[in-house]
């Protein structure tokens, strides 16, 4: 597939998805959402690829949904009464939720702003890399629009619910170290080591054995609604896939050699 919004590539267990509309700081548009959706599809199913790295073009990791004058509905919506509901559904609302469920590490280097629309899709990803000039927050109301994407969902569980009414009800944006502090940021490093530090931590993953890594993952998400017990009954019955695995044969035969594990992911 040729993209035309997004800069694709893949190296060696690493994948890297660039959102490309610098003039418009990487604002979403339907295009370049489905483009998104069809890296992050490839990207899960290619068992060579164990990690992803979510970036920006210019100065924007990604501002929210492009608010351009010449912004319409998609024509397949247009004068729907449901027009607005039906867009957001079958665009952002699928990337979000494709994004919650991908099994597989993902890292968001925050090379600029991330805001509204641009803070949820960071927080979709698992860890949040941020330049020190990278600035966040929720400009949604400032415009008269609302956390839809998925915001109202995930910056109290991020923040707090005080913090998250502050950001979103006052249209507050955060410098990365504040970001960090309020819980959106993982990790904030200088500007010029922004890719490396991502990459590094992306090739860390990578490293790691992937069948564990993918249940374990979705072991934290899924069991953030359990009570305990259902949560030790998730956790036995993943240990039949992991425990008999050859990585674990792998892993235990390292430690004992000391040397570096080699995992396969079988």
């Not at 010449?70 to 919506?77: E, I, N």
């Not at 923040?159 to 502050?166: C, I, P, V």
């Not at 009800?169 to 904030?188: D, F, I, Q």
């Amino acid at each position: 597939m040729e993209f035309r919004e997004i800069i694709y590539s893949k190296e060696s267990h690493i994948a890297t998805v660039t959102l490309n509309r610098p003039a418009k700081l990487n604002a979403y548009s339907e295009v370049m959402v489905h483009e998104i959706i069809a890296a992050l599809s490839d990207a899960r199913d290619d068992d060579i690829t164990r990690a992803v790295i979510i970036t920006g073009t210019g100065r924007g990791f990604c501002s929210g949904g492009d608010i351009s004058p010449d912004f319409q509905y998609p024509a397949r919506y247009r004068g729907h009464r449901m027009e607005a509901m039906l867009e957001m559904r079958e665009n952002m609302h699928r990337l979000v939720t494709l994004l919650r469920r991908f099994d597989k590490p993902t890292i968001a280097a925050i090379n600029g702003a991330a805001v509204a629309g641009g803070l949820t899709l960071a927080l979709c990803c698992d860890f949040r890399i941020a330049a020190e000039s990278a600035r966040l927050g929720d400009t949604s109301l400032k415009f008269a629009l609302i956390p839809d994407e998925g915001g109202a969902y995930l910056f109290p569980r991020f923040m707090g619910l005080q913090n998250a009414l502050k950001m979103s009800l006052l249209s507050e944006v955060y410098p990365a170290a504040e970001a960090k502090r309020l819980g959106l940021v993982t990790e904030v490093v200088p500007d010029q080591d922004l890719m490396r530090v991502a990459r590094d931590w992306a090739e860390r993953l990578a490293q790691g054995p992937p069948i564990a890594i993918r249940i374990a993952k979705r072991m934290m998400y899924k069991q953030q609604t359990m009570d305990l017990e259902n949560a030790l009954e998730d956790a036995a019955l993943s240990v039949m896939v992991t425990n008999y695995s050859e990585d674990v044969k792998e892993g235990i035969a390292a430690f004992h050699e000391k040397r570096p594990p080699k995992f396969q992911g079988r």
